[in-house]
Antibody, heavy 119, light 113 residues
Framework: QVQLQESGPGLVKPSETLSLTCSVS????????WTWIRQPPGKGLEWIGY???????NYNPSLKSRLTISVDTSKNQFSLKLTSVTAADTAVYYC?????????????WGRGTLVTVSS | DIVMTQSPDSLAVSLGERATINCKSS????????????LAWYQHKPGQPPKLLIY???TRESGVPDRFSGSGSGTDFTLTISSLQAEDVAVYYC?????????FGQGTKLEIK
């Protein structure tokens, strides 16, 4: 059974960079699409972007100028970097894997990690 | 962006009764070349990650009880729970994967009456 685990600082200062890593166990990161999704407190789900194991990415235009998603197949991990954060970036951040057949259907999810942007 | 709008925002249903949640997309998510609707439903309980219930608008994910069903096509979709159980209390989201950015509905909170 594939398992995903988010890790990274729970507190980030405004204007700094938010960095998170998703570690994948129980399966290879290869041949799948991997994604980041977030949920601000009291709000709904927002798709951040995805990366294919080969490195191909697609970002939400609302975040594209500040966002980098990368993959490290040797460590079976993928990562998110979001620059110049503000309080609006405070959210639970989830990593997820697409279903086998792809298409942006999110089958496996990490438990999520809360990131608070505050000085 | 494709805007997904769910109704109602919240819903209270008695145990054993039917619950119906609606989802409307701002443009069709039906891909004519394969006749598939690019629409999924998720269940989200507090402190847990969202759980995939339904995809392709009506295909139940493995392990999901058959009291959950999805229907609809084009721009109008429905998630139905045929006989509500206590463990179904959650927020439910629809999501389109027809085009990026993938977008979710605002969520429908389902409670026991």
């Amino acid at each position: 059974q594939v398992q995903l685990q988010e890790s990274g600082p729970g507190l980030v200062k405004p204007s700094e960079t938010l960095s998170l890593t998703c570690s994948v166990s129980g399966g290879s990161i290869s041949s799948y699409y991997w994604t980041w999704i977030r949920q601000p407190p009291g709000k709904g789900l927002e798709w951040i972007g995805y990366i294919y194991y080969s490195g191909t990415t697609n970002y939400n235009p609302s975040l594209k100028s500040r966002l980098t998603i990368s993959v490290d197949t040797s460590k079976n991990q993928f990562s998110l970097k979001l620059t110049s954060v503000t309080a609006a970036d405070t959210a639970v951040y989830y990593c997820a894997r697409w279903i086998d057949s792809g298409f942006g259907i999110f089958e496996y999810w990490g438990r999520g990690t809360l990131v608070t942007v505050s000085s | 962006d494709i805007v997904m709008t769910q109704s109602p925002d919240s819903l209270a249903v008695s145990l054993g009764e039917r619950a119906t949640i609606n989802c409307k997309s701002s443009q069709s998510v039906l891909y004519s070349s394969n006749n598939n609707n690019y629409l999924a439903w998720y269940q989200h309980k507090p402190g847990q990650p969202p759980k995939l219930l339904i995809y392709w608008a009506s295909t139940r994910e493995s392990g999901v009880p058959d009291r959950f069903s999805g229907s609809g096509s084009g721009t109008d979709f429905t998630l139905t729970i045929s006989s509500l159980q206590a463990e179904d209390v959650a927020v439910y989201y629809c999501q389109q994967y027809f085009d990026t950015p993938y977008t979710f509905g605002q969520g429908t909170k389902l409670e026991i009456k």
